[in-house]
C-alpha cells in the first residue's frame, strides 16, 4: 500500500488545540497555548484511508501528525529548534512506515523551505507547493471570471512575491495579465524575480515594499509567512478578487465584514479522488484538502517517493507536472469558498452588484 504522512499544527490556538483536546482549548487563554506549544512532542492524530487514483486504481493510506507550535512560536523559536521537533515528527513518520512525509503550513516556510528537514530524513520530503501554486493560480481565475473580470486586462499583485509560491505564481501569471505587481520586504529578493521574468520577456512588473499599493490591483493573490491580518480593509479596490492562500490568512476577518464589495476567496482547496477519510477535522468539509496536503496524496498514488516542491525556487515546469500529474489522478479544484464557506452563485451576484452600484 502507498503511504504518507502529512504535518500541521496548529494556526488559531485556541479553536485548533480544542479540536484536539476540547477541555484544554477551552480553559487555556492563547498565551498559554504559545507558551505551552514549545514543550508539547509532535503526535499522531489520525489515520487516513480511501485515497484512489481515477486513472490507475491505486490506493494510498497516511497519516495526519501534529507539530504542536502555533505559528507565532514558530516565527519566534530559533529555526534550529523548530526543525528538530519537525524531524521528530518526520522520525514519526517513517517509524509508521510512511514512505513520503508533506509539509503543511509554517511547517515548509521557517527557515529553508524543507531543504534541512528533507535532508535529516530517509523517507520523501514535499512541501506541497507546486500544487498548492497550481491550484491558488486556477482558483483565482475562476473568481476572476465569476466577477466578470478579463483578468488580461487586470493589474495583479502578488503579495508575498519573493515566497516559494509568490515567485512560481508570478512567472505563472506574467503572461497573462495587463501588469504584475510584486509587493514584499526585501527589495533585493523582488528586483532578482524582476530580473528573472524580464528575461523570460515581462517586462509588465512593478514593485513595491507598501502592502497598501494593492489598491492599485484588480486582483491581488496573498501568499506570506506574516503570521495573518496583513491584509486590511482599506487596502483593497472596489470590485477586487482577492485569493488567500496564506496561513495563518492574510486578509482579515475585519475584510469579511466591512467589504461586501469584494470577493476574498479561500486559495488552493482540493478535492481529492476516491472516498477520502481524513480521520480528523481540521476545519475543511470532509472530502477538501488544501493543495499541499494534496500534493502529498498525489505523489504516493505516483507512487513516486522523491523530494518535491523543496526550497525557495520552485519552477514553471514543476508545477506544470504537478498540475498534470494530479489531474491524472482525479485531482480537482474544489468549488470556490470565502472565510470558510462555500461561495454560491448568488452571493457573486450581490458582490458583483455592490461593486458596481456605488461607482
Ligand atoms: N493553502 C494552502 O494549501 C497552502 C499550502 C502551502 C503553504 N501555504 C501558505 O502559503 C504561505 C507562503 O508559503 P511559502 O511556502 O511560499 O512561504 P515562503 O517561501 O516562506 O514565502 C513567504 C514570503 O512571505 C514574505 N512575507 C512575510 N511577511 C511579509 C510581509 N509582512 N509583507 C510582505 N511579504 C511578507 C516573506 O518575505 P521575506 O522574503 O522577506 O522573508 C516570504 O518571501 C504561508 O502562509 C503558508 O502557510 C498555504
Redesign the pocket.
Known amino acids: 500500500m502507498n503511504s504518507f504522512a502529512f504535518i500541521i499544527h496548529p494556526i488559531d490556538p485556541k479553536r485548533d488545540v480544542a479540536r484536539k483536546y476540547p477541555v484544554l482549548g477551552k480553559v487555556l487563554p492563547e498565551a498559554a497555548i504559545h507558551f505551552f506549544s514549545r514543550f508539547w512532542p509532535p503526535l499522531k492524530l489520525s489515520r487516513v484511508t480511501g485515497a484512489r487514483s481515477a486513472a490507475t486504481g491505486a490506493e494510498a493510506e497516511g497519516w495526519i501528525l501534529a507539530v504542536p507550535y502555533t505559528?507565532r512560536r514558530m516565527l519566534s523559536l530559533p529555526p534550529k529548534e523548530v526543525y528538530r521537533k519537525i524531524i521528530a515528527a518526520g522520525e514519526l513518520a517513517q517509524s509508521l512506515g510512511a514512505q513520503i512525509l508533506g509539509l503543511?503550513?509554517?511547517t515548509?516556510?521557517i527557515g529553508d523551505?524543507g531543504v534541512t528537514i528533507a535532508r535529516e530524513l530517509d523517507i520523501a520530503v514535499t512541501?506541497?507547493?507546486s500544487y498548492?501554486a497550481s491550484?491558488?493560480v486556477d482558483a483565482t481565475r475562476e473568481a476572476a471570471r465569476q466577477m466578470g473580470l478579463d483578468i488580461g486586462a487586470t493589474t495583479l499583485a502578488i503579495?508575498?512575491?519573493?515566497?516559494?509560491?509568490?515567485?512560481v505564481v508570478a512567472q505563472l501569471f506574467a503572461p497573462s495579465v495587463a501588469q504584475l505587481l510584486l509587493?514584499?520586504?526585501?527589495p533585493a529578493?523582488l528586483e532578482g524575480l524582476v530580473a528573472k521574468l524580464a528575461a523570460a520577456g515581462h517586462h509588465n512588473v512593478t514593485l513595491s515594499?507598501q502592502?497598501a499599493d494593492i489598491r492599485q490591483a484588480e486582483v491581488v493573490m496573498t501568499?506570506?509567512?506574516?503570521?495573518g491580518n496583513?491584509v486590511q480593509p482599506d487596502m483593497l479596490r472596489r470590485g477586487a478578487v482577492v485569493c488567500d492562500?496564506?496561513?495563518?490568512r492574510?486578509v482579515s476577518w475585519a475584510v469579511s465584514r466591512a467589504r461586501d464589495d469584494v470577493l476574498v476567496i479561500?486559495?488552493?482547496?482540493v478535492r481529492v479522488p476516491g472516498t477520502i477519510d481524513f480521520g480528523f477535522d481540521y476545519g475543511l468539509p470532509p472530502d477538501l484538502t488544501?493543495?499541499?496536503?494534496a500534493e502529498t496524496i498525489a505523489l504516493a498514488l505516483e507512487g513516486r517517493y522523491e523530494d518535491y516542491s523543496i526550497g525557495?525556487e520552485l519552477s514553471v515546469a514543476q508545477v506544470q507536472e504537478m498540475a498534470a500529474l494530479t489531474a491524472k489522478h482525479g485531482f480537482s479544484l474544489a468549488a470556490l469558498r470565502s472565510f470558510e464557506r462555500k461561495l454560491d452563485e448568488s452571493l457573486i451576484q450581490q458582490v458583483k452588484a455592490r461593486a458596481t452600484s456605488a461607482t
Open positions: 505559528s503543511g503550513a509554517y515548509s516556510v523551505g512541501s506541497g507547493d498548492t491550484v491558488a503579495v508575498g512575491a519573493s515566497g516559494a509560491i509568490g515567485g509587493v514584499g520586504r526585501q529578493r515594499t502592502v501568499v506570506t509567512s506574516s503570521g496583513l492562500v496564506s496561513r495563518p492574510d479561500d486559495g488552493g482547496l488544501y493543495g499541499c496536503f525557495r
